[in-house]
C-alpha cells in the first residue's frame, strides 16, 4: 500500500551527479553521517535514469536533509523511508520499487536504487597533535574511523599537519567528544606536558571511554598512576588505562611507536559497536 502523501523537505540543489559525489566526499572528510542513493536500473517510464544520486542525512525537518533526487513524488518518499532505515541499521542494500504499484505513479516503470550507509565507524580521539600523533593519524586514515586530534596550540593541530582529521582546539570539547559515545571510543592521551596529561585522564576516568591509552615509559605509567589514585580516582580504573600504549616495542622513531599505536587501536576498535 502506498504511503500518505508527505510534503518533500526543502533540498540542498546540487547541479550534477558529479557534484553530489563531491559533496558526499567533503561530508566524509567532515565526519558526516549520511545515505547515498543510486539508481542503479531503470526499466520502462520512470522519472530519473540509472545513475541518477541523492543523499540524505539527518536534519531538523522529519524528512531529513536531502541534496540532489532520484525522482521526486510518492516514489521518493518510500526512498526516503528506507534511506532513514539503512542510516539507522548502519547498512547497504538494494531496494526494488514497482511505480504503479508501490508508489502509485503512472508512469508504471521499475527502479532499482542502491542505499550506502557512510559514516564513522568508531571514534578516535588523540590528545596531542605531536610528532606519534602525526603519523598515528595517517596510518588510521584508511580505516573509516571518526579521528580527533585535540591540542590547544593551533600551529601543530593544523588542517596541513593532520589533513583527514577533525580539529579540536580547546580540551573540554575534546572531553566532550568522548562522552558523547563512550562504548565506541577510543583515547589516547600523548601531549606534551605530564601535567595536561595528569588532567585529562583524571577528567576521562570520570565517565572513562571503552579504551584510554597513555604514551610513556614505565616509570612515567607509575608516577601518573600513583598521581591518580591519591587524586581520588578508583585503583581499579586507573589500572584499565593501557600505558606503554600499543602492541610493543617497534623502535623509538615517531613512525615506528605509531605503528604499534595504530596496531592496538585497530585491534581494539573491532571489538566495539558502531557509533
Known amino acids: 500500500m502506498a504511503a500518505p502523501w508527505r510534503a518533500l523537505p526543502v533540498r540542498c540543489l546540487v547541479s550534477s551527479?558529479?557534484?553530489?559525489?563531491l559533496a558526499a566526499a567533503r561530508m566524509g572528510d567532515e565526519g558526516t553521517a549520511f545515505v547515498l542513493l543510486t539508481v542503479v536500473s531503470a526499466k520502462g517510464s520512470t522519472p530519473r535514469n540509472a545513475g541518477a544520486k541523492m543523499i540524505w542525512k539527518p536534519g531538523p525537518s522529519p524528512e531529513g536533509e536531502l541534496m540532489g533526487t532520484v525522482g521526486g513524488g510518492q516514489f521518493e518518499l518510500l526512498a526516503l523511508d528506507a534511506a532513514r532505515r539503512h542510516f539507522e541499521r548502519r547498512s547497504c542494500g538494494m531496494e526494488r520499487y514497482v511505480l504503479g504499484a508501490d508508489a502509485d505513479q503512472c508512469c508504471g516503470g521499475v527502479m532499482e536504487v542502491f542505499f550506502?550507509?557512510?559514516?564513522?565507524s568508531r571514534r578516535i580521539v588523540i590528545f596531542g597533535a605531536g610528532h606519534v600523533a602525526r603519523e598515528l593519524v595517517h596510518l588510521?586514515?584508511?580505516a573509516g574511523h571518526d579521528v580527533i586530534v585535540a591540542d590547544d596550540r593551533s600551529d601543530w593541530n593544523s588542517k596541513e599537519r593532520f589533513p583527514g582529521a577533525r580539529l579540536v582546539h580547546a580540551w573540554d570539547d575534546a572531553i566532550a567528544r568522548c562522552r558523547e559515545a563512550?562504548?565506541?571510543?577510543?583515547?589516547?592521551?600523548?601531549?606534551c606536558s605530564h601535567d595536561t596529561d595528569f588532567d585529562l585522564l583524571r577528567r576521562l576516568l570520570e565517565s572513562p571511554p571503552a579504551f584510554t591509552g597513555l604514551i610513556g615509559s614505565r616509570s612515567k605509567r607509575a608516577c601518573l598512576f600513583g598521581r591518580l589514585v591519591a587524586s581520588g580516582?578508583?585503583?581499579?580504573?586507573?589500572?584499565?588505562?593501557?600505558?606503554?600504549?600499543?602492541?610493543?616495542?617497534?623502535?623509538?622513531?615517531p613512525r615506528l611507536v605509531a605503528v604499534s599505536i595504530a596496531?592496538?587501536?585497530?585491534?581494539?576498535?573491532?571489538?566495539?559497536?558502531?557509533?
Open 140 to 142: 588510521l586514515a584508511p
Open 233 to 253: 580516582a578508583s585503583a581499579e580504573a586507573v589500572q584499565a588505562i593501557h600505558c606503554p600504549v600499543g602492541v610493543g616495542d617497534c623502535g623509538k622513531e
Open 263 to 275: 596496531a592496538q587501536l585497530l585491534q581494539v576498535a573491532r571489538t566495539l559497536p558502531r557509533l
Open 116 to 120: 550506502e550507509y557512510h559514516g564513522p
Open 17 to 21: 551527479d558529479l557534484d553530489m559525489l
Open 182 to 191: 563512550t562504548a565506541s571510543t577510543l583515547a589516547v592521551v600523548m601531549t
